[in-house]
């Protein structure tokens, strides 16, 4: 019994001896890969947190990712790297920095090797996938970068440094036909002052005070300038900027020379031409490709044509040694500058359209009648496009801004009621569906006409009490009444089969945001009252003052309406037939004789010397009949010897000698003389 115990015992002793080694064995590996997974997940992070310091540009965190032997043995301190990466990426304006494609492999127990792709935005444009490698150190349970300057940008050695320059694309001009500038690159003079070169006390204030009267500025604009908290005794305080002409010698001024855009028709041309200025955060936001301190195009053509005219920034970026010898390229982008955009604009044409309108709520066009091109687009009144470049202090802004008579609309792309020019139109729908013709007589009794009771209150009005009216004596003395009875026996569906061959409902292309020519709110009027006031030109027509050029080229064109261009091309103008060569030259004649015929509404421009066509339009604004409203004035006016121009000329709520026809009567006169027909 006790052997057979002792036996059993003698037999548990190697089991347990084989337990034991087998749990010690287990327990060592299962610690083994346990730190190897620690290892690894020590390494995973450090990597990590690596990549996301360059991501973020976060390098104030770098000394605690390197290894300090790493810079050190390059001469580097940690300062110093933390430097490097700031100068370059934040100094450059790096953004959009992004890593990918991170491999992490090991090499032994405390050497893992990190490689990485970075992609990222500079001015230039986008750099992708760059390779970087490097190697990971275990240091005190913890993994740190072997820092290299080639892990800023791969090529990089020693003390090698980058250098960046940017070249700015130079804006195209826009010039007129003739070449003559209308938003030109032009050198100006920075006046300023540097603050130790005004001297102390009585002395700084009695200079301060000779800057202030000379240059129109307020104590308090200058004094606001010199308190800025940059500004310091060493350096140029910029205060105002003036033509390079109007620079003058005062003791403690100082000028610096400076590009800047530059209109020369000023008020002329601004509703067109516009200006332009720095980017907006509004600006970022539409177009992500710009940045601050670019240069844009805020209204007009500045602002249609910007892409154009801006061209394109080019620059380089490169890795050069501690001498400045470049070394190896990073980034190249060559510069493309702007391109000059010449329009069908005459600048003298545009300058005397304008002054004519002396300051009158208006506008004013001068379309070529065969080629199409636009000689002036005039809106009165008008801001200065330089003071917007230049700087526009807050109270001329305001003065804009507030003013009644609206200087920044740009009234040539507004529509209007176009008045008694329209009749033109209807005459000569009716003439070519024979509904109306030169000798049709109407006779019309007194100074108001309604169809019937069925319209109640409303009655149709006319200016003169002539009795026997025909076409010709219905455009001479520019009759409603006769008009309105001709489109009611035309009939509404002929009327607008006739309206339609014209530009209705048309976009026109030309680089100016206006809505289409309208007939009226719905497709069909519902009313003879409102089919009776179209024809005479109200109701609720709306035509820009281009518009209402381009319908009339019909009179000078066979027939054939000639599209409008604003930019000077070699091409043919685009053409459609509205009305009959037939009609077209009747109603030549008939408008020839509005001007010549002594009871004509546009006989005030009658000059024997010439040969001119015209018809005068009135349009009232009023919320009832029986109330005076204020009328807007309408002049159409062209040459028939030679078809040189057509003019078509607007004046809001004009007052007694201030019609359009007034204004417009020496200006025609020096269209004349500019093409040379007298």
């Known amino acids: 019994m006790n052997s057979r115990v002792e036996n059993n015992r003698r037999s548990f002793k190697p089991l347990l001896l084989f337990l034991v080694v087998i749990v010690i064995v287990f327990g060592a590996t299962a610690s083994y890969l346990i730190i190897k997974k620690n290892d690894k997940a020590l390494f995973e ?3 990590a947190n690596f990549i996301r310091i360059l991501e973020n540009k976060d390098y104030k965190k770098l000394g605690k990712a390197l290894d300090e032997h790493s810079y050190k043995s390059l001469n580097y301190t940690l300062e110093e790297v933390e430097e490097k990466y700031d100068r370059i990426f934040n100094g450059i304006n790096i953004t959009d920095i992004h890593a990918s494609h991170v491999s992490l492999e090991k090499v032994n127990n405390n050497l893992y090797e990190l490689s990485y792709q970075l992609s990222f935005t500079t001015p230039l444009g986008a750099l992708e996938k760059l390779e970087y490698k490097t190697e990971m150190t275990k240091k005190d349970d913890k993994y740190l970068v072997n820092w290299e300057p080639a892990l800023i940008f791969p090529g990089m050695e020693g003390k090698d440094k980058i250098s960046y320059q ?10 007129d036909h003739l070449g003559n500038g209308l938003a030109i690159n032009e050198t100006f003079k920075s006046m300023g002052v540097v603050a130790k070169e005004l001297g102390e006390g009585n002395e700084k204030e009695a200079k301060l005070q000779k800057i202030s009267q000379q240059f129109d500025l307020s104590m308090e604009e200058i004094n606001k300038k010199l308190n800025q908290s940059w500004v310091t005794d060493e350096l140029f305080v910029p205060l105002k900027t003036i033509e390079s002409n109007k620079a003058v010698e005062l003791p403690g001024v100082s000028y610096q020379n400076i590009k800047l855009r530059y209109y020369p028709l000023k008020e002329a041309a601004a509703n067109l031409i516009g200006y332009i200025g720095k980017v907006t955060k509004e600006d970022n936001e539409k177009h992500p490709n710009l940045v601050d301190g670019d240069i844009i195009g805020k209204a007009g053509l500045e602002k249609a044509f910007d892409k154009r005219l801006r061209g394109k920034d080019g620059g380089e970026i490169w890795i050069v040694d501690e001498n400045g010898e470049n070394k190896q390229e990073i980034q190249t982008v060559e510069k493309a500058d702007g391109e000059d955009i010449q329009l069908t604009i005459d600048s003298y044409i545009q300058s005397e359209a304008f002054e004519h309108l002396k300051g009158n709520a208006g506008s004013t066009v001068v379309m070529n009648p065969k080629e199409g091109g636009l000689f002036a687009l005039v809106s009165s009144p008008s801001y200065d496009p330089n003071k917007m470049v230049q700087g526009i202090s807050q109270q001329d802004y305001d003065q804009f801004a507030n003013d009644e008579k609206k200087p920044f609309i740009s009234r040539f792309a507004v529509g209007y009621a176009p008045g008694s020019t329209f009749k033109t139109i209807t005459a000569s729908i009716g003439l070519d569906a024979n509904v109306t013709y030169p000798d049709k007589l109407r006779t019309i009794n007194g100074r108001s006409w309604k169809k019937d009771g069925s319209w109640g209150g409303y009655s149709v009005t006319r200016v003169s009490d002539v009795q026997n009216v025909d076409m010709r004596k219905a455009l001479i003395y520019s009759d409603n009444i006769y008009f309105a009875q001709e489109v ?4 509404e569906d002929a009327f ?7 530009i209705f409902g048309e976009e026109l292309d030309l680089p100016i945001a206006m809505n289409p020519a309208q007939i009226s709110k719905e497709n069909t009027f519902n009313s003879e009252i409102l089919l009776a006031d179209t024809a005479y030109g109200q109701g609720e027509l709306l035509i820009n003052p281009i518009q209402q050029a381009v319908m009339y080229t019909v009179f000078q064109n066979e027939g054939k309406i000639v599209y409008p261009t604003l930019v000077k091309s070699k091409e043919s103008p685009k053409t459609k037939s509205a009305i009959t060569s037939t009609t077209a030259n009747e109603m030549e004649k008939s408008l020839i004789e509005v001007v010549s015929n002594p009871n004509g509404t546009a006989h005030l421009l009658y000059n024997k010397r010439y040969q001119l066509a015209g018809k005068t339009g009135t349009a009232e604004l009023k919320l009832k009949q029986g109330e005076k409203g204020n009328e807007n004035s309408f002049l159409l006016a062209f040459d028939t010897e030679q078809d040189n121009f057509l003019l078509l000329s607007l004046v809001e709520g004009y007052s007694k000698g201030s019609s359009a026809t007034q204004l417009n ?9 500019y093409f040379g027909m007298q």
């Not at 940017?166 to 010039?175: D, P, S």
């Not at 607008?496 to 014209?502: A, C, T």
């Not at 025609?668 to 003389?673: D, G, H, Q, R």
């Open 488 to 491: 009611l026996e035309l009939g």
């Open 166 to 175: 940017y070249l700015k694309a130079e804006r195209g001009e826009i010039q």
């Open 45 to 47: 992070e450090a990597a």
């Open 665 to 673: 009567k020496s200006f025609i006169e020096k269209l004349y003389v």
């Open 496 to 502: 607008r089969d006739g309206l339609k061959k014209f």
